[in-house]
């Protein structure tokens, strides 16, 4: 059911998802939620960044024009939620694409805090705890902002001010964002910038094998087949190929990891085994056609990705998961 807005919450839900974008939750949660489905737990699904493209805003790229037509996308994720079986609100506000027309205003190295951007950070901070409040949920799961977008830091850096204050009984979970945490490099990055460190990566399974990560090469043209990316031009791909292969050294040999951002409530990984549930989550990604139009981007490519991520995981071949970083429940006492 598609909820018009927070007013509309009439409902409890036992977990509230928060999706940046249309496709965000779905691709990156959704072996678990059919797990919490079925299991008779409800789940509403939050989706930030959905509001259409202004009248008059000139044409950012053309090889953006599929992530730029709303209405597909609205069509998609409403078939998406409905493949998975929950509801759905969207917030309308703008992404960075159109709060922000320099390229390199998207992805930033950090949380970029701008007075906009401050601002908008602390409207959703209200807005995810208002939601908590007239969903009594249990649980409120966000993005970690692996791939560095700035629209996900916004997010993520709200669940943080949640985190610190004093009045949340509910607990506070970030997901690894599907199609970045397919990329090594971009995942331990953000594990490292965000104080979880790379050494804290779970191990729930006995590995067998050599890693299964994608190849530089491999994770390369995964990369530069996904229109949000926008890794398209036929110039620029061997200087964005040097760039892949140099900062995947950096991040797993030169970068260290920072103090991080949760203190003394440093989340704890949770590893899901959701390879049961992995055809119907390819199917709800199949959903998603504005953002399968690359070479790599097919079925069997994501499937091939997603099973080298879940052997980064520590989980045997031929086995698919999702990892979350859960914080200590709050001490309601």
């Given at each position: 059911?598609h909820?018009?807005?927070?007013?509309?919450?009439?409902?409890h839900?036992d977990?509230?998802?928060v999706?940046?974008h249309?496709d965000?939750?779905?691709?990156s949660c959704s072996g678990?939620?059919?797990?919490?489905?079925?299991?008779?737990?409800?789940?509403?699904?939050v989706?930030?960044?959905t509001r259409?493209?202004p009248?008059?805003s000139?044409?950012?790229?053309?090889?953006?024009?599929?992530?730029?037509?709303?209405?597909?996308r609205?069509?998609?994720?409403?078939?998406a939620?409905q493949?998975m079986?929950?509801d759905?609100?969207?917030?309308?506000?703008?992404e960075?694409?159109?709060?922000?027309?320099?390229?390199?205003?998207?992805?930033?190295?950090h949380?970029?805090t701008?007075?906009?951007?401050?601002?908008?950070?602390?409207k959703l901070t209200?807005k995810?705890h208002?939601?908590c409040?007239?969903t009594?949920?249990a649980d409120?799961?966000?993005p970690l902002?692996?791939?560095?977008?700035?629209?996900?830091?916004?997010?993520?850096?709200?669940g943080v001010?949640?985190l610190h204050g004093?009045?949340?009984?509910?607990?506070?979970?970030?997901?690894?964002e599907?199609?970045?945490a397919?990329f090594p490099?971009?995942l331990?990055?953000?594990l490292?910038k965000?104080?979880?460190?790379?050494t804290?990566?779970?191990?729930?399974y006995?590995?067998?094998g050599?890693?299964g990560?994608?190849s530089?090469?491999?994770?390369f043209?995964?990369w530069?087949?996904?229109p949000?990316?926008g890794?398209h031009?036929t110039l620029i791909?061997?200087?964005a190929?040097?760039f892949?292969?140099?900062?995947?050294?950096?991040t797993?040999?030169?970068?260290k990891?920072s103090?991080g951002?949760?203190g003394n409530q440093?989340?704890?990984p949770?590893?899901f085994?959701i390879?049961p549930s992995i055809?119907k989550?390819?199917f709800?990604?199949?959903?998603y056609?504005?953002q399968?139009?690359g070479p790599?981007?097919t079925r069997?490519?994501?499937k091939?990705?997603?099973s080298?991520?879940?052997?980064?995981?520590?989980?045997p071949?031929?086995?698919?998961?999702?990892?979350y970083?859960?914080?200590p429940?709050p001490?309601m006492?």
């Amino acid at each position: 059911m598609h909820l018009r807005n927070t007013l509309s919450i009439h409902d409890h839900y036992d977990h509230v998802y928060v999706s940046p974008h249309f496709d965000d939750v779905a691709a990156s949660c959704s072996g678990r939620i059919f797990k919490q489905v079925h299991q008779g737990e409800s789940v509403l699904v939050v989706t930030v960044f959905t509001r259409a493209v202004p009248h008059g805003s000139k044409t950012l790229s053309k090889t953006l024009k599929s992530v730029l037509n709303y209405q597909r996308r609205r069509e998609e994720d409403q078939k998406a939620m409905q493949r998975m079986g929950v509801d759905y609100l969207w917030l309308e506000y703008p992404e960075i694409l159109f709060r922000n027309q320099k390229p390199w205003a998207r992805y930033w190295p950090h949380y970029h805090t701008t007075p906009s951007n401050r601002t908008l950070c602390d409207k959703l901070t209200r807005k995810f705890h208002e939601i908590c409040r007239r969903t009594h949920c249990a649980d409120l799961i966000l993005p970690l902002g692996v791939g560095q977008h700035m629209d996900h830091q916004i997010i993520f850096q709200a669940g943080v001010t949640l985190l610190h204050g004093q009045d949340h009984p509910f607990r506070i979970v970030f997901y690894e964002e599907i199609p970045y945490a397919l990329f090594p490099f971009l995942l331990i990055y953000r594990l490292k910038k965000t104080g979880v460190g790379y050494t804290s990566f779970c191990r729930p399974y006995q590995q067998t094998g050599s890693p299964g990560q994608l190849s530089a090469k491999a994770a390369f043209r995964f990369w530069s087949g996904i229109p949000s990316l926008g890794i398209h031009g036929t110039l620029i791909k061997p200087w964005a190929f040097l760039f892949v292969l140099g900062f995947d050294l950096y991040t797993r040999h030169l970068m260290k990891p920072s103090a991080g951002f949760f203190g003394n409530q440093s989340p704890l990984p949770e590893v899901f085994d959701i390879t049961p549930s992995i055809d119907k989550k390819l199917f709800v990604i199949s959903a998603y056609t504005s953002q399968l139009t690359g070479p790599m981007v097919t079925r069997q490519g994501i499937k091939i990705g997603l099973s080298a991520y879940a052997h980064t995981l520590g989980m045997p071949r031929q086995s698919y998961g999702e990892r979350y970083w859960a914080t200590p429940k709050p001490n309601m006492s």
